[in-house]
């Protein structure tokens, strides 16, 4: 069983309104990851981590910023959500290389009205 | 463009019917991953296949990868309420992961 962990579930704010969502792992693994998804599209990766004080930009670009300060804490942070913001934003930690098993939180939904 | 085209995208079926789920690209992938996503739930891994041409079996699923390696198939015989979820695929490409959009699969009891 995966032991990673993503707060909120569920998030309903007004735009404008400064949002981090969390996300920590027990595994020990050095590799995290943030995925949005959407309904019927793939998986975009928007921001990666090789490790502590390693943080990168991923394939779709996102106006959310990351940071990497402890192995197991990989919070996302939007200074000013806006409607276009809201998605399914989806945790991820591996060990070994970037194409190796994903182990996924179960999600944080952020609606912004 | 999505780099790994999944169909169908929507299926829903009867309980004990079997099912196919497809995974198709034009690029070559070092390896493939399937994964479920339930409701509510984050994706978790099925298998991974590696080898073009293998076929993993789990329990009533069927994996294979093409010999080409481009394309993958999922095929559940007995389908049951359980297998009901999203199932996605995801092809690795040097360092990279790709992820398709994915199958929603009903299985009605």
């Known amino acids: 069983e995966a032991d990673i962990y993503q707060t909120p579930r569920y998030l309903v704010i007004g735009t404008g309104k400064k949002i981090t969502l969390e996300c920590s792992q027990t595994m020990g693994h050095d590799k995290m990851y943030w995925y949005q998804q959407d309904p019927g599209m793939e998986l975009h990766l928007i921001h990666y981590?090789?490790?502590?004080?390693?943080?990168e930009k991923g394939d779709l670009s996102s106006e959310s910023t990351v940071s990497r300060i402890r192995t197991e804490h990989f919070p996302l942070t939007l200074e000013s959500a806006r409607p276009s913001h809201t998605s399914q934003y989806l945790c991820?930690?591996?060990?070994?290389?970037?194409?190796?098993?994903?182990?996924f939180g179960e999600g944080s939904r952020l609606t912004v009205l | 463009t999505q780099l790994l085209e999944q169909s169908p995208q929507f299926l829903s079926i009867q309980e004990g019917e079997n099912l196919t789920v497809y995974c198709n690209s034009s690029?070559?992938?070092?390896?493939l991953q399937w994964y479920r996503q339930e409701p509510g739930e984050g994706p978790v891994l099925l298998v991974t296949?590696?080898?073009?041409?293998e076929v993993k079996k789990l329990k009533r699923l069927t994996f294979q990868f093409g010999d080409a390696r481009k394309d993958s198939s999922l095929h559940i015989t007995a389908a049951q309420p359980g297998d009901t979820g999203l199932y996605l695929c995801?092809?690795?490409?040097?360092?990279?992961?790709?992820f398709g959009a994915g199958t929603t699969v009903t299985v009605r009891a």
């Open positions: 981590s090789y490790g502590v004080n390693s943080t």
């Open positions: 995801a092809g690795a490409n040097g360092y990279k992961l790709s």
């Open positions: 690029s070559v992938f070092s390896s």
């Open positions: 296949v590696v080898t073009g041409g």
């Open positions: 991820a930690s591996s060990e070994g290389g970037f194409t190796g098993e994903l182990f």
